[in-house]
């Protein structure tokens, strides 16, 4: 199988503090990866050891097949990237800033610069100065001046911040074509599920810098959706006995909803129903139900436990 990036036991230190731990993911050619976690998870400082602006403190990163070293520049020019904020010569146009780049990049396919204005759908705003711009504007900028040489690995961090719901569709679908229609690889950062998922055919989770779980969507919506809901009054000994006489581990206790929701695979109902009763802990109501994909996250990230 064809990988276009692969990092192997990925890590940072800052001052001391390692903000990025031990992160092994793998991004398949072609695929749209979404790599979702909070703020200040690591995310960032990942896309900036993968794009060479930062050296990583251990392991290693392979991109387009070769492992990334100090002279690992002629690489770069095959990727295309918004790391943070877009910083662009606010004085100058949106054309005259893709020039530039261009130039810089040693890309000089002169229909380019008009055909990607039209794909962020920025047309009307390409003589007017960026310093003119709203933010979403200059998201869209970005990711015009990201994917313009057509790059075959596009790493975009935080892509769709500040702009509307339409704005957001537009460039959902945008990521979609350059995907399916162009084969670009792209490795996309948020800590917002709903866009992720909507879009992405990998899902890396990573919280407080380590990489918790890595699976396809189409796994995680058939195996990991789906959980025991059960109601009892007494939470605190019924966790008791989740943890330590049934062994335990995933499950989440929501004492605002009145109930406790159980994540593991291999325990039947009948085994829970009995060790309750075994243990005086009376269950008002327990039954198998659908869980919602942003509560599976939500737990992933609360549990920050590793499940690659």
């Known amino acids: 199988m064809a990988y276009i990036l692969r990092t192997h036991q990925l ?37 900036k050891m993968i794009t060479n602006l930062v050296k990583p403190s251990g392991g290693e990163i392979e991109i387009f097949e070769e492992k990334v070293k100090d002279t690992f520049y002629e690489q770069l020019k095959r990727m295309g990237s918004i790391i943070e904020y877009p910083i662009f010569y606010e004085k100058l146009t949106a054309r005259k800033n893709l020039e530039i780049h261009c130039e ?58 500040g702009l509307d719901p339409v704005g ?68 605190p000994k019924a966790a008791f006995v989740l943890e330590n006489e049934l062994k335990l581990h995933n499950f989440l206790v929501k004492e605002d909803k009145g109930i406790i929701q159980i994540y593991e695979d291999y325990i039947s109902q009948n085994d829970i129903i009995q060790s309750m009763n075994q243990n005086q802990v009376e269950i008002q109501s327990i039954h198998h139900k659908k869980q919602p994909l942003e509560d599976y996250f939500l737990q992933l990230i609360e549990g920050g436990q590793s499940n690659v």
């Open 11 to 47: 890590t940072k230190v800052y001052r001391g503090e390692e903000v990025v731990s031990e992160v092994s993911m793998n991004i398949r050619r072609g695929e749209i990866y979404g790599f979702l976690g909070p703020n200040g998870a690591g995310k960032t400082t990942i896309m």
């Open 104 to 161: 810089y990049m040693g890309y000089y396919d002169k229909k380019a610069i008009s055909e990607t204005l039209k794909l962020v759908n920025l047309v009307n705003a390409d003589n007017k100065s960026v310093k003119d711009f709203s933010l979403g504007m200059k998201q869209r900028l970005g990711i015009a001046r990201a994917i313009i040489t057509k790059p075959e690995f596009l790493i975009l961090d935080e892509p769709v911040n």
């Open 168 to 235: 957001m569709h537009e460039i959902r679908d945008l990521f979609i074509k350059l995907s399916r229609q162009y084969g670009i690889t792209l490795l996309i950062s948020s800590h917002n599920l709903a866009e992720i998922e909507q879009i992405a055919d990998t899902i890396g989770v990573i919280s407080k810098g380590k990489l918790i779980k890595e699976a396809s969507m189409e796994e995680i919506r058939s195996t990991h959706t789906v959980h025991l809901e059960m109601s009892v009054k007494d939470y």
